[in-house]
C-alpha cells in the first residue's frame, strides 16, 4: 500500500474558524511533511517530522500548528487564517528524510 | 531560494512527439528526483537520479544529470495526451530532510 490519505478533500473556513487537516500513511515511513501550494506554484515546504519529532519549520506563522500524534498520522491546525493562506495544502510521506516522497491528493483550502 | 530551476515553464506538443524538460539547481546534491502533478491534485514520483549516477531510463522517461552544469534534463518520449501535466524536479542535498521543488514545466500534449 503507497497511499497517503488526507482528509478532508475541500474545506471552506472563516478567518475566526478553527479546522484541521489529517494525513495518514501505512508504509511504515518515519519521515512526513506539510507542503503548501498556490495555482501554478511549485509545493513549498512547511514542516517536516522525522521519528514524530518536529525537524523542520519553514519560519510558518504560528496559525498552523503542526501535530505528529503517532508514526502514520499527521495533523494541521489552522487557527485565524488569512484569505491569501488559501491554498492546496499537501502531506506527503518518506521512508527516509532524501527518498522518494509519497503524496496524498492535498487538500484545498479556501479562507474566507 | 528554490534550489531547482526549470525550462521551459511551459511546453505545448503534439502526440507522438518528444518532450525535454530541464532543471537546474545551485549547490551539491545528494540525488535529483522528477515529479508530476495532474492539475489540483497530489504529486507522482517518476524517477530518481543519484548524484553518482548520469543517466536513467524508466518506460518512455529518460533522466539524465550532469552534476559539472548542476543540471537534469527528462526526456518524455512518444508523448500521450495523458502525459499533459506539470513535471518539477526536486533536488535533496546530504544531511538534510528538505527536498526543494523546481518551479516547474506544465507539459500540454495535443491528441
Known amino acids: 500500500d503507497t497511499e497517503v490519505t488526507q482528509t478532508p478533500k475541500h474545506l471552506v473556513m472563516g478567518m475566526t474558524n478553527k479546522k484541521s487537516l489529517k494525513c495518514e500513511q501505512h508504509m511504515g515511513h518515519r519521515a512526513m511533511y506539510w507542503y503548501k501550494q498556490k495555482a501554478k506554484k511549485p509545493p513549498e515546504l512547511m514542516f517536516v517530522y522525522s521519528y514524530e519529532k518536529l525537524s523542520i519549520n519553514e519560519s510558518v506563522p504560528s496559525r498552523f500548528s503542526p501535530e505528529c500524534p503517532n508514526s502514520s498520522l499527521l495533523n494541521l491546525h489552522l487557527h485565524a487564517l488569512q484569505p491569501e493562506d488559501s491554498a492546496l495544502y499537501l502531506c506527503?510521506?518518506?521512508?527516509?528524510?532524501?527518498?522518494?516522497?509519497?503524496f496524498g491528493a492535498g487538500t484545498r483550502l479556501s479562507v474566507l | 531560494s528554490q534550489q531547482g530551476e526549470e525550462d521551459p515553464q511551459a511546453l505545448s506538443i503534439q502526440e507522438g512527439e518528444n518532450a525535454t524538460m530541464n532543471c537546474s539547481y545551485k549547490t551539491s546534491i545528494n540525488n535529483l528526483q522528477w515529479y508530476r502533478q495532474n492539475s489540483g491534485r497530489g504529486l507522482v514520483h517518476l524517477i530518481l537520479i543519484r548524484s553518482n549516477e548520469r543517466e536513467k531510463h524508466s518506460g518512455r522517461l529518460r533522466v539524465t544529470l550532469d552534476t559539472s552544469k548542476k543540471s537534469s534534463s527528462l526526456l518524455i518520449t512518444a508523448s500521450r495526451a495523458a502525459d499533459t501535466a506539470s513535471y518539477f524536479c526536486?533536488?535533496?542535498?546530504?544531511?538534510?530532510?528538505?527536498?526543494?521543488f523546481g518551479a516547474g514545466t506544465r507539459l500540454f500534449v495535443k491528441a
Open positions: 526536486a533536488t535533496a542535498y546530504t544531511g538534510g530532510f528538505k527536498t526543494i
Open positions: 506527503a510521506s518518506s521512508s527516509a528524510g532524501i527518498d522518494i516522497q509519497y
